[in-house]
């Protein structure tokens, strides 16, 4: 058995010897690594939607315009808070510079607003409040991002925004509340806005991105004329009519998470990153 068992031995040996020395001449060859997966092309355009939450502050001060302006009362801060909904769209342009890769882009949008606060109007001594709204807002403006990874874009963005608040009746804070026939109209201010943000392309169904954004919006400083019973100027008690005028200047910060819908894409790229 053990010489049956040598034997086969050296058949193989002398068999494969031949082949297995062609085997490890022949030059060994690697397989070339495959290309880099294709990532998402961010050129196109887009529509979006979401919701959000903001904040107002504004400066009020009261002037007597009947012969000069002069000042009646005291700059008194007051502001609000409420929720917002959101619509728009807008189209970005993908880059690449220094070896990374940039995303510029012009947006619009149209804020559904709640944001409730207080108005102050101070007379003469005499503080009177009320309440008003920021009922809508729309912004115009552009941005430019880096594009941390294949799938996550940073931003900055700014332009100019308009927002329309209602106007205000306003009473004396006693109890009950004394009202008096007087009255803020409803007005738009104008100003812009600077931001920041970041958008994620969330891979469930292709073009669908998540996009969350803070805002800063600073309007105009406006002169509004207070209303009473509907008319201009006052009547005083001492029988002197007298228009009294508000100087008021608007902040508002908001944040925004949004569903992107993107498409157009020219198709999927390589790009390093």
């Known amino acids: 058995m ?3 068992l040598i034997g086969a031995t050296a058949a193989v040996a002398l068999l494969g010897g031949p082949a297995l020395s ?11 690594p495959p290309p880099p997966p294709p990532v998402y092309n961010w050129t196109g355009c887009y529509v979006k939607g979401g919701v959000g939450y903001g904040m107002f502050n504004q400066d009020t001060r009261t002037f007597e315009t009947d012969r000069v ?13 409420g929720w917002l909904g959101t ?4 189209c970005d342009y993908q880059f690449s510079f220094f070896n990374a890769n940039w995303v510029i882009g012009v947006y619009g949008d149209y804020d559904f607003s709640g944001i409730k606060g207080d108005i102050a109007v101070p007379i003469e001594g005499i503080t009177f409040f ?3 709204k920021q009922r809508s807002a729309w912004a115009v403006g ?10 996550v874009l940073t931003y900055a963005s700014g332009g100019f925004t308009q927002a329309r608040f209602s106007g205000a009746t306003l009473f004396l804070p006693s109890v009950p509340p004394e009202f008096d026939n007087l009255s803020v109209p ?9 931001g920041g943000g970041y958008e994620y392309n969330l891979g469930w169904i292709p073009g669908l991105f998540w996009r969350t954004e803070y805002r800063f919006a600073q309007y105009d400083r406006e002169n509004l004329d207070i209303i009473e019973n509907g008319e201009r100027p006052i009547l005083l008690d001492d029988g002197r009519r007298v228009q009294f005028r508000i100087d008021t200047e608007k902040f508002v910060q908001t944040v925004r998470s949004e569903l992107v819908w993107r498409w157009n894409w020219p198709g999927p790229v390589r790009a390093s990153y």
């Open 2 to 4: 053990r010489k049956m």
């Open 22 to 32: 062609a085997d490890l001449s022949r030059p060994v060859t690697k397989a070339p």
């Open 69 to 81: 302006v002069e000042a009646v009362g005291v700059e008194v801060r007051t502001g609000g808070r």
């Open 87 to 90: 619509v728009g769209g807008g």
């Open 130 to 132: 009320g309440s008003e």
């Open 142 to 151: 552009g941005r430019i991002g880096y594009l941390i990874t294949p799938s």
């Open 186 to 194: 409803r007005h738009t201010f104008s100003g812009f806005f600077v």
